[in-house]
Nanobody, 128 residues
């Protein structure tokens, strides 16, 4: 079965950096569009970024543009989220998601409802 396991979360001061990783198993990783989402307490889950199967196309939420970078390694079945210049409002549980049917152009890839597979999340806390 498909398993997505996130790691790399933690406590960091504002302005700091973290690199999240998501290890995938039970799927042909290179056939799946991957996404990162986050959910803060009392808020809905929101997109952070998505990446195409080849890694050649990426898409970001406005809040992530210029600060976060999504990447993937299809030889290691992993997807990463490099987060720089972190802000207290970035505090959330970060989730990795995978979907086989999304377009390589990432049309609709920023919508959580389009993803079938999810990890359990990793907590990111940014202190002011």
């Amino acid at each position: 079965q498909v398993q997505l396991v996130e790691s790399g979360g933690g406590l960091v001061q504002a302005g700091g950096s973290l690199r999240l990783s998501c290890a995938a198993s039970g799927l042909t990783f290179s056939s799946f569009v991957m996404g990162w989402f986050r959910q803060a307490p009392g808020k809905e889950r929101e997109v952070v970024a998505a990446i195409s199967r080849s890694g050649g196309t990426t898409s970001y939420a406005e809040s992530a543009k210029g600060r976060f970078t999504i990447s993937r390694d299809n030889t290691k079945n992993t997807v990463h989220l490099q987060m720089n210049s972190l802000k207290p409002e970035d505090t959330a549980v970060y989730y990795c998601a995978a979907e086989r049917l999304l377009s390589e152009s990432l049309y609709n890839a920023l919508f959580a409802s389009r993803y079938d597979y999810w990890g359990r999340g990793t907590q990111v806390t940014v202190s002011s």
